[in-house]
Structures are given as structure tokens and as C-alpha cells.
């Protein structure tokens, strides 16, 4: 497979969060067939198979990485503090 393009700035961005299921979907310019791939760690690219474009990403339970991920990075600060 050739290289996958990624554009510098998307002005027609769009994203829907399932709450539900702890997804969120961005999306790049009206709905069209894309292939899926599927990078690891519940993220999946979708581009356009002709032209190479990423024209969407899910991510899968955002909200629990979000809050794993920020748990961290307060725990490191913490550690931080305390350590002066």
C-alpha cells in the first residue's frame, strides 16, 4: 500500500461521540465508501481507497483513555510536588 495522506487542515470536520458505546467518529467531508484500517489500541483509520486520504478515525472507549491518561499525568504531578 502507498503512503496514507493526512491534510494539513479539514474546514468540513465533523465528529459524533456514542456515549453508549464509548466511541468517537470524525469524520472529514460528506459521507463516502472508504476502506477501514485498523492501527492498533481500538483506533481505526478510514481513507479513501483512489486518493489515499484519510477521510475518518474511531476511536474506541475515549472516554476511558481519557481519564486513564489523565489520571497518569496527575499522579506524576503529584509525585512531583511531593517530592520537593
Do not use: C, H
Not at 12 to 36: C, M, Q, R
Request: hydrophobic share 35%; no cysteine.
Amino acid at each position: 500500500m502507498d503512503a496514507l495522506k493526512i491534510k494539513e487542515k479539514k474546514e468540513d470536520l465533523n465528529w459524533i461521540f456514542d456515549a453508549e458505546a464509548d466511541v468517537l467518529y470524525i469524520s472529514s467531508g460528506k459521507p463516502k465508501y472508504a476502506v477501514s484500517l485498523d492501527i492498533g489500541e481500538g483506533t481505526v483509520l478510514r481513507f479513501d481507497p483512489e486518493t489515499n486520504d484519510v477521510i475518518g478515525v474511531t476511536i474506541m472507549n475515549v472516554s476511558k483513555r481519557a481519564l486513564r491518561e489523565l489520571r497518569t499525568q496527575v499522579a506524576e504531578e503529584r509525585s512531583k510536588y511531593n517530592s520537593k
